[in-house]
């Protein structure tokens, strides 16, 4: 059994740290959303504390999963973060995705205290959240990835080490990357079969046998069809996640035309309302744009 912490209670947290506490360990919780951490703590027998700070002095290993680059900063960073309560040894891996600079700088700030950090983006939405099921990859010393890994097992199946400080999450917003224009192209194609009089089932399944098969159409698909937008990933943290794969680019001097592109259908989306839907929900866009709607018949 490990002392371990957890900050950050949302879709993708709550379950993430309700895992840990199945597996065995003792966890020090912490949401922006009091009463969350009261909830889980009461419902699998963890302990709710009051401020990052406090989480820090219970745990020996910390994680966090939070909504962007500026929460992380406070929960880590800020006048009651994990900093201040962290003792030399402790290891901090961050779960969120934000800023892969933004990150390097706050474990150069945690390093100066003796404080190990590794950025720990994850990827499989709140179902592999929910069934421990998520992909992680990770950046930092592999010293520290190798003993932070078991306790990364309690929530994921697939764990990639990517290299140093940052590159966990320079890897995560590549796969966003590709992930969020090819959610634009399904969109695009499957409106354009819709008008045209092409039933969406049958146009999914010619895509799922096609050189055109996609996981993520596979997946996300049915949601459409069944009109189910209820969020398993936002819009809106989708197009957070954009704004930094944009922000990566100009910083490395990568233009990334179509992801431009796609950060502008995103910002279409939330502007049209559909912020806190499921980035599936994109789709609407298009649809009120042709004047068809790709539903099961």
């Given at each position: 059994?490990?002392?371990?912490?957890?900050?950050?209670?949302?879709?993708?947290?709550?379950?993430?740290?309700?895992?840990?506490?199945?597996?065995?360990?003792?966890?020090?919780?912490?949401?922006?959303?009091?009463?969350?951490?009261?909830?889980?703590?009461a419902e699998a027998g963890g302990k709710?504390?009051?401020?990052?700070?406090?989480?820090?002095?219970?745990?020996?290993?910390?994680?966090?999963?939070?909504?962007?680059?500026?929460?992380?900063?406070?929960?880590?960073?800020?006048?009651?973060?994990?900093?201040?309560?962290?003792?030399?040894?402790?290891?901090?891996?961050?779960?969120?995705?934000?800023?892969?600079?933004?990150?390097?700088?706050?474990?150069?700030?945690?390093?100066?205290?003796?404080?190990?950090?590794?950025?720990?983006?994850?990827?499989?939405?709140?179902?592999?959240?929910?069934?421990?099921?998520?992909?992680?990859?990770?950046?930092?010393?592999?010293?520290?990835?190798?003993?932070?890994?078991?306790?990364?097992?309690?929530?994921?199946?697939?764990?990639?080490?990517?290299?140093?400080?940052?590159?966990?999450?320079?890897?995560?917003?590549?796969?966003?990357?590709?992930?969020?224009?090819?959610?634009?192209?399904?969109?695009?194609?499957?409106?354009?079969?819709?008008?045209?009089?092409?039933?969406?089932?049958?146009?999914?399944?010619?895509?799922?046998?096609?050189a055109a098969k996609s996981g993520l159409?596979?997946?996300?698909?049915?949601?459409?069809?069944?009109?189910?937008?209820?969020?398993?990933?936002?819009?809106?943290?989708?197009?957070?996640?954009?704004?930094?794969?944009?922000?990566?680019?100009?910083?490395?001097?990568?233009?990334?035309?179509?992801?431009?592109?796609?950060?502008?259908?995103?910002?279409?989306?939330?502007?049209?309302?559909?912020?806190?839907?499921?980035?599936?929900?994109?789709?609407?866009?298009?649809?009120?744009?042709?004047g068809v709607e790709v539903k099961s018949?």
């Amino acid at each position: 059994m490990a002392k371990l912490g957890f900050l950050g209670l949302g879709l993708m947290g709550y379950p993430m740290a309700r895992n840990l506490l199945r597996a065995g360990h003792e966890v020090a919780l912490w949401s922006n959303t009091a009463d969350k951490a009261r909830k889980l703590a009461a419902e699998a027998g963890g302990k709710a504390c009051d401020t990052p700070r406090e989480v820090a002095q219970n745990a020996d290993f910390i994680f966090l999963c939070v909504g962007d680059t500026k929460m992380a900063g406070n929960v880590i960073l800020g006048d009651e973060g994990v900093v201040h309560g962290a003792h030399p040894g402790t290891t901090v891996a961050d779960a969120s995705t934000i800023s892969p600079s933004e990150s390097r700088k706050i474990g150069q700030a945690l390093h100066a205290k003796g404080v190990e950090f590794l950025d720990a983006p994850c990827t499989g939405s709140t179902p592999g959240a929910e069934g421990g099921t998520l992909t992680f990859m990770v950046g930092g010393d592999q010293t520290v990835f190798e003993k932070t890994k078991p306790f990364l097992e309690a929530m994921g199946k697939r764990l990639y080490y990517c290299g140093p400080a940052g590159m966990g999450l320079q890897a995560k917003l590549t796969q966003n990357l590709i992930l969020c224009n090819i959610a634009m192209a399904f969109n695009e194609g499957m409106v354009l079969a819709a008008k045209g009089g092409i039933e969406p089932k049958l146009m999914l399944d010619i895509l799922d046998n096609s050189a055109a098969k996609s996981g993520l159409i596979s997946y996300k698909a049915p949601f459409v069809l069944r009109r189910d937008f209820q969020a398993n990933f936002s819009t809106k943290w989708m197009h957070k996640d954009i704004g930094l794969m944009m922000e990566s680019g100009k910083e490395l001097g990568v233009p990334l035309l179509l992801t431009g592109l796609t950060q502008q259908l995103f910002q279409t989306a939330i502007s049209a309302g559909h912020a806190d839907e499921d980035f599936c929900s994109t789709i609407k866009v298009l649809e009120e744009l042709a004047g068809v709607e790709v539903k099961s018949q």
